[in-house]
T-cell receptor
Framework: RKEVEQDPGPFNVPEGATVAFNCTYS??????FFWYRQDCRKEPKLLMS???SGNEDGRFTAQLNRASQYISLLIRDSKLSDSATYLC????????????FGTGTRLQVTL | DAGVTQSPTHLIKTRGQHVTLRCSPI?????VSWYQQVLGQGPQFIFQ???????GRGNFPDRFSARQFPNYSSELNVNALLLGDSALYLC???????????????FGPGTRLLVL
């Protein structure tokens, strides 16, 4: 079983749609959680950290369910520029020293 | 401000050769981590260095080694290259405040290695 599992997609959605990505992780000792965004042939960039209380950044909302070992990302009012691969990331320690990535979920937003 | 820089950007090698990849962290960052990203997969952790010491190692063979220099830059070395080593090699830097939760790692643009 992979440490971090994601649906690879692709998710094809029209502009303005709401889309949700889910991720599960196997290591119950994981303490830090993130969503990274990766554009084609580019490096991953931090989209947002994920907290137990949930957090929102503009059109993006992330949720963490420690009991179910489940992380989600919700994107509202999708833009063409949101097209990318979204990587679910966990860190088994209290720091971000070792990031464990999922395979990523590809999102394509269309006109 | 300059972000994480890596060199070279692209590299072509043949099986059995050796390669050295270089990384300069963001100014003030003392920790460097290396990741390997094979096409269609997420990045996989190879090493973390802090203050010139190895602080973490992923599940990679001994052909992979790294070091960190006094200026906090780092090198990743891979010996006896295999076709399967073809990947994007990413370097990430962080402050590494010793246990701070949620510390952010910033990635460089990567080095694309193709082994023929």
């Amino acid at each position: 079983r992979k440490e971090v599992e994601q649906d690879p997609g692709p998710f094809n959605v029209p502009e303005g749609a709401t889309v949700a990505f889910n991720c599960t992780y196997s290591n119950s000792a994981s303490q830090s959680f993130f969503w990274y965004r990766q554009d084609c042939r580019k490096e991953p960039k931090l989209l947002m950290s994920v907290y137990s209380s949930g957090n929102e950044d503009g059109r993006f909302t992330a949720q963490l369910n420690r009991a179910s070992q489940y992380i989600s990302l919700l994107i509202r009012d999708s833009k063409l520029s949101d097209s990318a691969t979204y990587l679910c990331v966990v860190s088994p320690t209290g720091t971000a020293s070792k990031l464990t990535f999922g395979t990523g979920t590809r999102l394509q937003v269309t006109l | 401000d300059a972000g994480v820089t890596q060199s070279p950007t692209h590299l072509i090698k043949t099986r059995g050769q050796h390669v050295t990849l270089r990384c300069s962290p963001i100014s003030g960052h003392k920790s460097v981590s290396w990741y390997q990203q094979v096409l269609g997969q997420g990045p996989q952790f190879i090493f973390q260095y802090y203050e010139k010491e190895e602080r973490g190692r992923g599940n990679f063979p001994d052909r992979f080694s790294a070091r960190q220099f006094p200026n906090y830059s780092s090198e990743l070395n891979v010996n006896a290259l295999l076709l399967g080593d073809s990947a994007l090699y990413l370097c990430a830097s962080s402050l590494f405040l010793g246990g701070k939760l949620g510390e952010t790692q910033y990635f460089g643009p990567g080095t694309r290695l193709l082994v023929l």
